[in-house]
């Protein structure tokens, strides 16, 4: 917990080389960052809007950083004045990026570390992003009492600038952004679904669909692609499409009973962690992807 940022301090090592041109590949991906698990306990900590979350109190600045570009800083001068959500209680699981694929595969797990908490203690208040699909996670799967729940609403760096303010404060353990925790995705998968799915009863190929996504990475015979995974399946297998829209239960639902995952590299992928160990996933990777859902797979221990 320094008092002083020290601007070249350096992140942690990634464990797969990113952009790593296809025809270089071998096939040997090396074993997972080795990390030390903890829930820290620190009074009077402030989390802040923008990119990251930073988490500060009145004479220190932890900034969470990737690679060499900082993600986030204090207000800027011209900001005068900030909303405030004080608490007694206060877990954060914000980290950098704010998307979908991130949040299921590094924010996500590590509400695992604090889930025991969590139950034990209604005074604990939990800040999580603005989204519809946490929104599903945390009241309809997690069920976890919406009083409970403060809705991060961040912006573009300073803007709207809100605050929230624990009097005791719980940091988790940063996951290092494409290093997904294989501890806690187990243990998440085990929260939401405490006795696993046997063999017998998986049964769905889910189809990991990117039609609704923005973005320039598609499937362009998806139709054609779709019918002859249909033909190909024995009676006993059903074929599930999953997009980014499709409701968390229902996605749940599919991946619990997953016999294997099918789909373009992006973050529609990235429920494969409720998926049992040992759930095939197969994705369509571009010349030069970024191999983050492999990395999942392998966390996943698929």
């Known amino acids: 917990n320094p008092k002083v940022i020290i601007p070249n301090f350096d992140h942690n090592t990634f464990f797969i080389r990113d952009n790593h041109d296809v025809h270089e590949w071998n096939d040997k991906i090396p074993s997972l960052l080795v ?3 903890y829930v820290a306990e620190l009074q009077n900590m402030f989390v802040a809007s923008g990119a990251s979350g930073t988490v500060f109190d009145h004479e220190r600045v932890f900034l969470l950083k990737k690679a060499s570009r900082q993600m986030s800083t204090l207000p800027p001068d011209e900001i005068t004045k900030c909303d405030l959500v004080s608490r007694k209680k206060l877990v954060s699981i914000l980290q950098i990026n704010h998307d979908y694929g991130s949040f299921m595969t590094e924010m996500l797990p590590r509400i695992s570390l604090i889930w025991n908490k969590i139950k034990s203690d209604p005074e604990l208040n939990i800040a999580i992003p603005e989204f519809p699909f ?3 996670i945390f009241e309809d799967i997690l069920q976890i009492d919406k ?4 809705y991060y609403k961040f912006g573009a760096g300073w803007q709207p600038c809100q605050v929230l303010f624990g009097e005791i404060f719980y ?4 996951v290092p952004t494409g290093n997904p925790s294989k501890e806690m995705i187990s243990q998440l998968r085990r929260i939401i679904t405490p006795t696993p799915t046997p063999v017998s009863e998986r049964n769905i190929i889910v189809y990991c669909s990117r039609r ?3 973005g320039s990475l598609k499937v362009a015979n998806e139709v054609d692609l779709l019918e002859a995974l249909r033909k190909a399946l024995p009676a006993t297998d059903q074929l599930e499409i999953i997009d980014e829209e499709t409701k968390m239960v229902t996605t749940l ?3 619990r009973k997953a016999k294997s995952i099918v789909g373009m590299h992006g973050q529609v992928l990235a429920p494969m962690i409720w998926a049992e160990p040992g759930t095939a996933v197969v994705e369509f990777l571009h010349p030069i992807p970024w191999l983050q859902f492999w990395a999942t797979a392998t966390a996943s221990e698929h």
């Open 171 to 174: 940091a988790i353990t940063p």
């Open 212 to 214: 609704k996504t923005e």
């Open 35 to 37: 990390q030390q698990q």
């Open 134 to 136: 946490v929104h599903q």
């Open 253 to 255: 639902d599919f991946m």
């Open 147 to 150: 009083s409970r729940l403060i």
